[in-house]
């Protein structure tokens, strides 16, 4: 009885050893906690004119939050009357300045800051609203005096330069910068009327002005759209009398990269060098049967550049294979020499063993070698 323990002891022992694959570990990642992020934006400082409309807006919502006061339902003329004296009470301010900034996750810090500090001038605001409706005005502009108007800049609050719709101004709406106008991308001049280098008018009328850019083939300026209209091509580009400029095939002639282990791929204006695949010695594209000559330790076989070193060692495993399934049969006949049918059904176990196995190795490619897979990954390549 031992003896078919150990076959089948044998047999387990082979089938893991065939089947044994290597897993590389996947690698881990690591962000920032949530709680610092948010922290940190929650400290976060705007600049005055913008921190005082984050306040104000926080405001404005705590008013929205109460206008229908307390208590609902019930007697209508009760409520009005009710809610008429509730809506400038000191009781609903004090309910909003509970909620103040709470709402707002940056700059949150000098929101309450700014509550507390200018305490004084919301209750009087509060108590003379009436006067004063619009309390960005009142407690931004006129109080404070870290805004202006829109389109309005400056210490005092001076016109902001006409921008023809093109560039915003500097300083628009608050008490700094200096009403210039910022071009939007392509515009230039004064008042953002002109077309910035690089572009050109595609469309014009008495109040707007469309530039577009030039083709990339243009140096600088262009007259108008498409590689034709360039005043000067810019390097990697030729000019064609009357049909503008074309793109010039650097790896047409002599290739511009180091011909051992790159080649040369052409693209608009210029050009890459790419890596040749380790397998070459030389090559004219991508992988390993685009080669010139073969790198040491390669081959030539079928088109492309095959490893020796690992085609050795299959030559290997194959024959160790071989030898494993002469032994199987040897082990069979001698263990179960004395009795003819134990050896016969136990000659066509192995017999299917060995047919299965066979089978599964054909239809299941060898893996990669772990350290292969790893690289690729590395680069990006799967
Ligand atoms: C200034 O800002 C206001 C909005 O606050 C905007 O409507 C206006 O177009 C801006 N003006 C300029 C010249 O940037």
């Known amino acids: 009885m031992h003896k078919i323990i150990i ?19 996947p690698l881990s990642n690591s962000f920032g906690t949530k709680d610092e992020k948010l922290k940190a934006e929650k400290q976060q400082k705007f600049p005055p004119c913008k921190s005082c409309t984050v306040f104000i807006e926080s405001f404005k919502k705590g008013l929205e939050k109460t206008e229908r006061g307390k208590h609902e339902g ?4 009760w409520e009005e009357k009710k809610l008429g004296s509730y809506k400038t009470s000191e009781l609903r301010l004090v309910e909003i300045q509970e909620m103040l900034c709470t709402d707002i996750v940056r700059g949150e810090q000098q929101c309450h800051t700014i509550a507390e500090e200018h305490e ?3 209750e009087y605001w509060w108590k003379h609203q009436e006067e004063f409706p619009d309390f960005f005005k009142w407690f931004c502009i006129d109080t404070l005096k870290v805004c202006c108007p829109p389109n309005r800049f400056g210490k005092d609050c001076l016109e902001c330069s006409d921008c023809s719709g093109n560039g915003v101004c500097k300083g628009n709406g608050t008490r700094k910068g200096n009403g210039k106008c910022k071009c939007d991308n392509g515009y230039d001049g004064v008042r953002c009327d002109a077309c910035g280098s690089g572009y050109y008018e595609s469309f014009k009328d008495e109040t707007t002005l469309l530039c577009s850019e030039c083709h990339i083939a243009c140096e600088s300026s262009c007259k108008g759209a498409g590689p034709r209209n360039c005043q000067k091509c810019k390097t990697g580009w030729f000019q064609k009398e009357n049909e503008g400029c074309f793109d010039i095939n650097e ?12 080649f040369c791929v052409n693209n608009e204006g210029s050009y890459a060098c790419l890596e040749c695949d380790k397998s070459c010695s030389g090559c004219e594209g991508d992988g390993p049967d685009m080669c010139k000559e073969c790198a040491y330790g390669y081959e030539l076989r079928d088109g492309m550049c095959a490893d020796l070193t690992s ?21 069979v006949c001698i263990i179960f020499q004395n009795s003819t049918w134990l050896a016969a059904i136990f000659g066509l176990i192995v017999g299917l063993y060995i047919s299965l196995s066979e089978y599964w190795l054909k239809n299941n490619p060898t893996p990669k070698q772990p350290g292969q897979e790893i690289l690729e990954a590395a680069m990006g390549m799967n």
């Open 7 to 25: 076959l089948i002891q044998y047999l387990l022992l082979t089938t893991t050893l065939v089947t044994c694959d290597f897993q590389a570990p």
């Open 120 to 122: 004084s001038e919301i």
């Open 251 to 262: 790896c047409m002639e002599k290739s511009p990269c180091n011909t051992k282990s790159h």
């Open 74 to 77: 019930g007697d209508a003329h």
């Open 311 to 331: 085609e050795k060692r299959d030559g290997y495993v194959t024959f160790t294979r071989y030898c494993l399934y002469l032994g199987l049969c040897i082990t």
